[in-house]
């Protein structure tokens, strides 16, 4: 599977911004695709996660973005996207999606978990 994560940018506090990650391979709808952050200076961390069929497709976020961050998927494009609404400037980071075909729930926020990381895209919220 390869990933390729955009729609990043800069947005001010308050606002909103959709990122997205398109992923290749014909078992789309197979894999957990997760998204992770790292801000400068900091570790990466779990931001949200979609399971895939096996699954049930159900979602999973991060305290700091629960209520804010809606991460969706669209088997049909491979795609899956995170709406990311009330930003903040604690959420400039940048944003990396990932997936895994065999993840177990335990291991659903531990980026070493994932086989497959997209490059990445800047989310910058300015104050």
């Known amino acids: 599977v390869q990933l390729q994560a955009s729609g990043g940018g800069l947005v001010q506090a308050g606002g909103s911004l959709r990122v997205s990650c398109a992923a290749s391979?014909?078992?789309?709808?197979?894999?957990?695709i997760a998204w992770f952050r790292q801000a400068p200076g900091k570790e990466r961390e779990f931001v949200a996660a979609?399971?895939?069929?096996?699954?049930?497709?159900?979602?999973y976020y991060a305290d700091s973005v629960k209520d804010r961050f809606t991460v969706s998927r669209d088997n049909a494009k491979s795609t899956v996207s995170l709406q990311m609404n009330t930003l903040n400037p604690e959420d400039t980071a940048v944003y990396y999606c990932?997936?895994?075909?065999?993840?177990?729930?335990?291991?659903?926020?531990?980026?070493?978990?994932?086989?497959?990381w997209g490059q990445g895209t800047q989310v910058t919220v300015s104050s």
């Open positions: 990932a997936a895994d075909r065999n993840i177990i729930l335990s291991s659903i926020r531990v980026d070493g978990s994932y086989d497959y």
């Open positions: 391979g014909r078992t789309f709808s197979a894999y957990t």
């Open positions: 979609v399971r895939g069929s096996l699954g049930g497709y159900r979602t």
